[in-house]
């Protein structure tokens, strides 16, 4: 619930995809001799990222990442605990342990959920953001700031955030793109059934309505967690799909469920590649529901043969009223293999080559 109206309203704020903010960040750290440099605030709704997408970057340029959840913290937190100075005799602040040493190498300061930390607390970041300092502590140059917070129309708890503050930070609204996310996904090791899944219904990659009393809905977060529940899907259905509901709530569980049913009528991936008899699916969501299985199979079976067998099962989809979930197929085969940094054992493959002439305006 928000508390009295925030100065900004994020709505306003240009949208960005994960990668582009990615990009922007990457030009900071390209400039991080420049000590005041611009923070960036990511806000969006819950689950979509903001976190995660910090946590990658700082992994991706091997940077230091401190992560403080404001909210949790107390003003004296920051500030650091008076002591007596002998000589001087006079008190001065020792600062926090978590916060960067003088001589630490570049990295990222990340102030989750900023704007949920009572006024109190905010105003102790406030001195850190606007003059890199707080007490005698300096920020190390080499250091970016990066903010992130809810949005006021997420029924999240949210303060007003000063203007002043606000205005250190260059604002982005984060936005949802499905095909980052497949690519994040194949790279990930994602349940291929949910990577299916969200390509055959991609509004349910992230559905959030504040206006719900829903506690569970799907977004990137959610998703990925139920991917970690795959595992119990063959060991304990019932329980999976009670685990399922709870995390994306009833509505887009039982429409994962009713597709992960096809799985049960389909030919076996196995057999696909292995070039035994099988007939191809008729209803498209158990096309894209065999998809999945299909490409995982490619990716942890490629010779020369399975590469062959993967391409004769696309190209029985050609001439049918189905010719565009071959397409489908190459491309999401593609991308697989580009997340697992193996892009080249399809597409120098001969089975590909060939195909690839017969569809090459149908793929660019």
Request: aromatic content about 10%; cysteine-free; hydrophobic content about 40%.
């Amino acid at each position: 619930m928000a508390k009295g109206q925030d100065s900004l309203n994020p709505s306003s704020f240009p949208q960005a995809t994960i990668s582009q903010v990615k990009r922007m960040l990457q030009v900071l750290v390209n400039d991080l001799s420049i000590a005041e440099s611009q923070g960036i605030f990511l806000w969006g709704p819950p689950g979509i990222g903001k976190s995660s997408l910090v946590k990658q970057f700082a992994k991706e340029h091997g940077m230091k990442l401190i992560d403080l959840r404001l909210p949790l913290m107390d003003p004296v937190d920051l500030r650091g605990l008076p002591m007596v100075d002998k000589d001087s005799r006079k008190a001065v602040w020792l600062p926090p342990d978590f916060l960067p040493d003088p001589d630490e190498d570049p990295g990222i300061l990340f102030l989750d959920e900023i704007n949920a930390a009572p006024p109190s607390v905010q105003a102790s970041a406030y001195q850190l953001v606007l003059d890199r300092r707080i007490g005698n502590y300096r920020l190390p140059e080499g250091w970016i700031v990066i903010a992130a917070g809810n949005r006021t129309t997420d029924r999240s708890v949210a303060y007003r955030l000063p203007t002043a503050l606000s205005n250190r930070f260059t604002h982005f609204e984060i936005q949802v793109d499905v095909e980052e996310w497949i690519k994040w996904a194949w790279e990930q090791n994602i349940d291929p059934y949910i990577i299916s899944f969200i390509r055959f219904t991609p509004d349910l990659l992230m559905k959030f309505n504040p206006q719900s009393n829903q506690n569970a809905f799907p977004t990137p977060r959610s998703w990925e967690f139920v991917s970690r529940l795959r595992p119990l899907r063959d060991e304990d259905f019932s329980l999976y799909l009670k685990a399922v509901k709870g995390t994306i709530g009833d509505v887009a569980a039982q429409q994962f469920i009713v597709f992960l049913n096809y799985r049960d009528t389909l030919p076996d991936p196995k057999d696909i590649l292995e070039g035994q008899p099988y007939e191809i699916p008729k209803q498209i969501d158990a096309q894209f529901a065999l998809m999945g299985g299909l490409i995982m199979e490619l990716l942890q079976r490629n010779e020369e043969k399975h590469i062959d067998n993967f391409f004769a099962y696309v190209a029985q989809y050609e001439e049918t009223h189905y010719a565009d979930h071959a397409v489908v197929l190459v491309r999401e085969a593609i991308q697989a293999f580009v997340g697992k940094g193996k892009r080249e054992i399809i597409t120098n493959s001969p089975a590909f080559l060939s195909w690839l002439k017969r569809n090459k305006k149908a793929l660019l």
